[in-house]
C-alpha cells in the first residue's frame, strides 16, 4: 500500500512540475514575444534574460556591503579529494522529476553518497549546494550588477525550504572557480570574496563527463573522463576527482551514471561523500558564537585544494522571466515535497 501511495506521489510530482514547465513556457512567450521555452531548457533551470528584466524592475541591495567586501577573504576552490583514490560525485542544474529519481534510487541500491547543486526552479538531492538562482555564468552576471542577486536568493531559497544555509557553491559554466588569469582576476576575486564572505567555499570539479553534450555516447563520456583520469601520472595511489555529471539529462540517469560508477571502481577508486572528500563535516552553514559560520570554512584544518579544473562546462541557457519564475517555482516547491515523500515510502 505505501509503495503505492508512494508511487502516486511520484507521478504527482511529474505531472505537476510538467504543468509548471509549460506555464513558463507560455509565460516567456507573451512577455518575450519569442517561441515558448522547451521542456529541456525549463527543466534545467536554465535562464538568461530573466536576471537582468528582475534586477532592472527593483534595484537589489547585495546581503555584502562593498566595505565588507574590501576586506573579505577569498573562499577556498577545491577540485579534487584531500586523500588519494577518492572520488566524489557531483550533479548540476537539478532536479528533474523525470529523471532525478532514477539518479537517487540508482545512488541508493549501490549505497553511494553524492552532492547536488541546485538552481532556484529546480533543487533537490543528498547533500545540496546552490548553482546560483537564475544559472546565470557569473563574470556576465557581474557586468548587468546581477551576481549578487543571483548568489543571495538561491541561499535564500534553500533556506526557506530546508532550513539550512548550504555551504558548497558552483558557479555555472565555472567562471570565478577558475584560477586567476590577467584578464579574470579582478572578477575572480569580485565573485570569491563575495562568496567567502557569504559562507561559501567553491567546488568545482577535476573530471568532467560532458554528459550535457555526448548524452548517448558512452565513449566519448568516458574519453572525456580518461584526459584527467589517465593523464600522466594519475592512479587511485597519487590522485583523487571530484566528477561533474547533470542529473536533468535521462541518458546521464539510465547510461551514464552506472557505467561512470563501474568504470572508476573498477580503476581502484573509491567513491565517497564530498563532504569526506574535502574533509569537513557537514554541508552546511552552522549556527555559532557568531552567527552562521561556514562548516567548510571554520573545520577545514589541512586541506588539500586541487589544481585547477581542466576544462569548461559550456551550457545552454534558456529565457525564464521573473513571473513565470515565480509561477514555477510554486509549483516546484510543491513537486520536489511530493518527490521526498514519494522516496520516503517507496524506500
Not at 162 to 177: L, S
Not at 317 to 325: C, F, I, N, P, Q
Request: charged letters at 15%; one cysteine or more; a negative charge.
Amino acid at each position: 500500500m505505501f509503495k503505492r501511495f508512494g508511487l502516486s506521489l511520484l507521478i504527482a510530482a511529474a505531472m505537476v512540475s510538467g504543468a509548471a514547465i509549460k506555464s513558463a513556457g507560455s509565460a516567456d512567450a507573451a512577455a518575450a514575444g519569442t517561441a515558448a521555452a522547451d521542456t529541456t531548457a525549463a527543466a534545467t533551470g536554465a535562464t538568461a534574460a530573466g536576471a537582468t528584466t528582475a534586477a532592472a524592475a527593483a534595484p537589489y541591495t547585495p546581503k555584502i556591503s562593498e566595505a565588507e567586501l574590501a576586506t573579505a577573504q577569498r573562499a577556498k576552490v577545491y577540485t579534487q579529494c584531500q586523500q588519494p583514490g577518492q572520488i566524489a560525485l557531483t550533479f548540476d542544474d537539478g532536479p528533474n522529476p523525470e529523471t532525478t529519481p532514477i539518479v537517487l534510487q540508482y545512488l541508493k541500491s549501490k549505497n553511494l553518497h553524492a552532492t547536488f547543486f541546485v538552481n532556484g526552479i529546480n533543487w533537490k538531492g543528498f547533500d545540496i549546494g546552490s548553482h546560483t538562482y537564475y544559472h546565470k555564468d557569473l563574470f556576465e552576471a557581474i557586468d548587468e550588477g546581477t551576481m549578487e542577486q543571483n548568489v543571495d536568493k538561491m541561499t535564500d531559497k534553500i533556506v526557506e525550504i530546508t532550513g539550512v544555509k548550504p555551504a558548497f557553491f558552483r558557479p555555472p559554466c565555472g567562471n570565478g572557480g577558475y584560477p586567476d588569469t590577467p584578464d579574470t582576476q579582478v572578477k575572480n576575486e569580485r565573485v570569491q570574496k563575495y562568496l567567502g564572505a557569504s559562507g561559501y567555499s567553491v567546488i568545482m570539479w577535476g573530471a568532467d563527463t560532458r554528459d550535457w553534450e555526448f548524452k548517448e555516447n558512452i565513449d566519448a563520456e568516458i574519453a572525456e573522463l580518461n584526459k584527467d583520469l589517465k593523464k600522466q601520472g594519475a592512479s587511485p595511489q597519487t590522485s583523487s576527482f571530484i566528477i561533474l555529471m547533470h542529473d536533468v539529462h535521462p541518458t546521464t540517469a539510465n547510461l551514464v551514471l552506472p557505467k561512470v560508477v563501474d568504470y572508476v571502481t573498477g580503476l581502484g577508486y573509491k567513491i565517497v561523500p564530498l563532504t569526506e572528500c574535502i574533509g569537513v563535516q557537514s554541508a552546511y552553514q552552522v549556527e555559532g558564537n557568531s552567527g552562521l559560520v561556514s562548516n567548510l570554512n571554520a573545520s577545514t584544518t589541512n586541506s588539500t585544494i586541487g589544481a585547477a579544473a581542466s576544462s569548461t562546462q559550456s551550457s545552454q541557457t534558456g529565457e525564464l522571466t521573473r513571473s513565470s519564475a515565480s509561477a514555477v517555482e510554486v509549483k516546484m516547491v510543491y513537486s520536489v515535497l511530493a518527490i521526498i515523500l514519494s522516496f520516503f515510502f517507496l524506500f
